[in-house]
């Protein structure tokens, strides 16, 4: 069974630029949540997304946003990027929304933004 | 304002030894907490979890205890190997189908041969 991936792995972006990143969970799997990474905070929540709906949100602002397609792919969006949103971007898949816990993340896109 | 602590960034312990890992919490809601463990160039993997109506959870080296009255967790490995070197992460989240996940900054464990 194939892992979580995300694609890019790697990503460089100027200031105000924007960016998208994708997601692709386990074969069947429906949620899928987004974490940002950083040294300085550790992982934080950004949003979760099931059946094409947001169901949670962290307290990031309006310039994150994601979606959710039909196949449960998802992809998160960076808009007007600053410096401090240099960062690992984890995103972890589940069967279902408002599970226990997250089991499986994908690698991460590193994103760094000069 | 930080809700799941892990005030030591790093931990370095001999093979064979036991390895502490602590967490400390601040919101009184939260009733399940987790690790996470994570390798360079990969994603955190989930490693175990205790509710709050436990004191005690084990899962073959690991054991997570919870003393819930002092908001303190902590991640027992024994014997600790060097293939445990990573850095590991303590989660919590409180009740609610909802609920998200709240996660301390980790702790960078190395076992040494």
């Known amino acids: 069974k194939a892992g979580v991936t995300q694609t890019p792995r790697y990503l460089i972006k100027t200031r105000g630029q924007q960016v998208t990143l994708s997601c692709s969970p386990i074969?069947?799997?429906?949620?899928v949540s987004w974490y940002q990474q950083t040294p300085g905070q550790g992982l934080q929540f950004l949003f979760e997304?099931?059946?094409?709906?947001?169901?949670n949100k962290g307290n990031f602002p309006g310039r994150f946003s994601g979606r959710q397609f039909s196949n449960s792919r998802s992809e998160m969006n960076v808009s007007t990027l600053e410096l401090g949103d240099s960062a690992l971007y984890l995103c972890?898949?589940?069967?279902?929304?408002?599970?226990?816990?997250?089991?499986?993340f994908g690698p991460g896109t590193r994103l760094t933004v000069l | 304002d930080q809700q799941v602590k892990q005030n030591s960034p790093s931990l370095s312990v001999q093979e064979g030894r036991i390895s502490i890992l602590n967490c400390d919490y601040t919101?009184?809601?939260?009733?399940?907490f987790l690790w996470y463990k994570k390798y360079p160039a990969e994603g955190p993997t989930f490693l175990i979890s205790?509710?709050?109506?436990?004191d005690k959870n084990e899962d073959g080296r690991f054991t997570v205890f919870l003393n819930k009255s002092a908001k303190h967790l902590s991640l027992h490995i024994v014997p600790s190997q060097p293939g445990d070197s990573a850095v590991y992460f303590c989660?919590?989240?409180?009740?609610?189908?909802?609920?998200?996940?709240?996660f301390g900054k980790g702790i960078t464990l190395s076992v040494r041969p």
């Open positions: 972890a898949s589940s069967l279902a929304s408002g599970g226990i816990h997250p089991s499986f």
């Open positions: 919101n009184s809601m939260f009733d399940y």
């Open positions: 989660a919590a989240r409180p009740t609610g189908a909802n609920s998200k996940l709240t």
């Open positions: 074969s069947g799997h429906r949620s």
């Open positions: 205790i509710s709050s109506i436990k």
């Open positions: 997304y099931f059946s094409e709906t947001q169901r």
